[in-house]
Structures are given as C-alpha cells and as structure tokens.
C-alpha cells in the first residue's frame, strides 16, 4: 500500500484553507508557531517532505539544496506570485516542480500601491503621528500642507496585472494621466482606455510626479532604482515600492530623500526583510507599511486556495495550473 504523501506548510495559513488542506489524502504537517524556518529547517524539510507550501520568508538558495543529502521535495507550492527568493535553477536541477498563485492578489495589491501615493503626497503618516503625539493644536491655513493627487502624472514600471490595475484606479478614479514602461506595449484596448503612454525608463523618471513600481524581481531589476535613476526625478516626485525590494537601492533612496531630491517615498517591501534600513526609519516623510499589500482576507484566502489547487493537482497527478516555467 502507498503511503500518503507528507506535505510542509511553512507558515499559517488563513483557516478556512487549512481546513480544506487538512481535508487532502495526505499527511500534512502546519507550523503552528508561524516562525520562519532556519536554514537547517529549509534542508530537513527538502529531504523529508514530498510538498513544501513555502513563502517568501523561505529563501530557497542553491546551497540550501546543494546541503541536502537527498532532495525528497518533488513539488515547491508557493504562496505568494513573486518567486524570487527560490533559486529555480536549482530546483530544476533537483527534478522540482515550482507552482505560485498570480492573478488572485492583483486588486489588493493595486490597492496598497494607490494607498502609499496617497499617504506620502498627503503627509499622512506625518499626520497621524503629529497628532497621537499630543502636538496638533488646531486647524490653521498653513499647516502640514502637502500635494494634490487628482490630475497629477502616475508612472508604472511594469504594466502587468497589478500596474495595469493600479493604472484603471488612477486613471479612473483620480484623473491621473498614465506613463507607463514595459519591455513591449501594453495591448492596444488598455492603451486606448486610459491613453497611457509607453515610454523609456529614463523619460518616464523625468516626467511622472508619481513612480510606482510593479515589476517583477529578476536578475535585471535588481536596483532598477538607484542613485542615477533618483537623480532623473523631479523634486516633488514620490516613489512607491510594491514589488520587490531590491528593485530599489534602498541606501541611494535614502540619501535622495536626506538630500531632498525627491519629495517622498511609499514603501511596502524591503531588501532585507523583517529588517529595514534605519536611515529609512528615521525619515519623516517615508511611508513604510508591512509587507501587507495582498493581506486582504479575500485575497489571502484566494492565494491559499490557489495553492491548494496545485498541491491537489500534484497529488492526482494532473497537470498544474501554475506551473513556473523554467528559463
């Protein structure tokens, strides 16, 4: 008799997903403490377990495999779209199949980044901070003035689902007019419905008001954003970061706020997370948020199933839905 495939959850998932996994003809071991893995956590569980639902806590590098005396892992069910922090050639390498959950997390995502635009042109986490500091004292014509959002230039670097959702909102919602960069053009329905503009990087920096970036992390984005690019800003332009967080050189952004080369930032990723730079920390006019862009319990809920449909695909050895393909 086979016995039942022995499945990791790295960390909790919402419950009405767990009860459903639980449910799987399989042995399914949760992680109660919701503490990341270690290292040596991440090799025991490659060499133990035939499914491991990891996210993006759980940095999968070609030495966590290489350490492995024997990859039992057949299949990576990632929570989370971004996959960056698996090393795919490794897991090809090890006969792994890595599956993540796009398309369900589009609109919260869009949502955050619309957020972070707001608060950092409105000063509102300077707000809120001034006043559960005991230090508003009343209304005044000339108090923590900031910048209109309506009708201003919104720059998207990456017109994917998310930034093409994000740009509908702004278009939509604000009036925004639309630049957008992409390695190819956006399809012509999108293009004619928000007269969007596809321009180079370089010109998009120069001319939008607002930057918000909503590309994937690879090998050629990382640090996209860095002091050159910061310097092609105008002043009064903001930077809003929902995709990865080494899209950005986080040292160089700091120095461009520090300096005023730029009149603020959003921030819902980081390079190095939990961690932040402290030069960020200490600047006024950072908002920094979590990691909480698709943390709806809608979406949250929707990713989990998503990875959940492809635990049960593997189980029933049927094609999977959200196969990562392989460079």
């Known amino acids: 008799m086979q ?12 419950e009405a997903v767990e009860h459903k996994l639980m449910n799987l003809n399989a042995d399914v071991t949760l992680n109660l403490t919701d503490e990341p893995l270690s290292a040596t956590g991440l090799v025991q569980a490659l060499e133990q377990y035939d499914i491991i639902c990891p996210t993006v806590t759980d940095i999968l590098t070609a030495d966590i495999f290489a350490r492995c005396d024997r990859v039992r892992t057949r299949l990576l069910a990632n929570f989370g779209v971004g996959i960056n922090h698996i090393d795919l050639a490794a897991a090809r390498a090890n006969d792994v199949a890595v599956t993540n959950t796009p398309g369900v997390l589009t609109d919260a995502t869009a949502e955050i980044a619309l957020t972070l635009m707001l608060m950092s042109a409105r000063r509102c986490g300077e707000g809120e901070r001034h006043l559960r500091a005991g230090e508003w004292n009343g209304w005044r014509p000339t108090h923590m003035l900031s910048a209109q959002v309506t009708g201003k230039r919104l720059g998207i670097v990456g017109m994917g689902r998310i930034g093409t959702a994000l740009a509908r909102k702004a278009y939509h919602g604000l009036g925004m007019t639309i630049l ?11 293009v004619e419905e928000l007269q969007a503009q596809h321009l180079p990087l370089d010109n998009l920096l120069a001319q939008a008001d607002f930057v918000s970036l909503n590309c994937p992390a690879t090998a050629e984005t990382r640090h996209l954003i860095n002091a050159a690019a910061l310097s092609k800003m105008p002043q009064h332009a903001h930077l809003i970061n929902t995709a990865r967080g080494d899209v950005v050189d986080e040292k160089a952004l700091a120095k461009a706020l520090q300096k005023g080369d730029i009149a603020g930032a959003g921030l819902d990723v980081y390079a190095d997370e ?5 030069a960020l920390l200490n600047l006024s006019q ?10 709806t319990v809608e979406t949250r809920e929707a990713m989990g199933m998503c990875a959940l449909e492809n635990v049960r695909r593997h189980l029933a050895d049927e094609p999977l839905q959200d196969r990562v393909r392989y460079n």
């Open 3 to 14: 016995k039942h495939k022995k499945i990791l959850v790295t960390r909790r998932w919402p």
């Open 180 to 190: 957008y960069t992409k390695r190819t053009p956006a399809p012509a329905p999108v």
């Open 274 to 278: 939990p961690k932040v730079d402290t």
């Open 286 to 295: 950072v908002v920094l948020l979590p990691h909480m862009g698709s943390g």
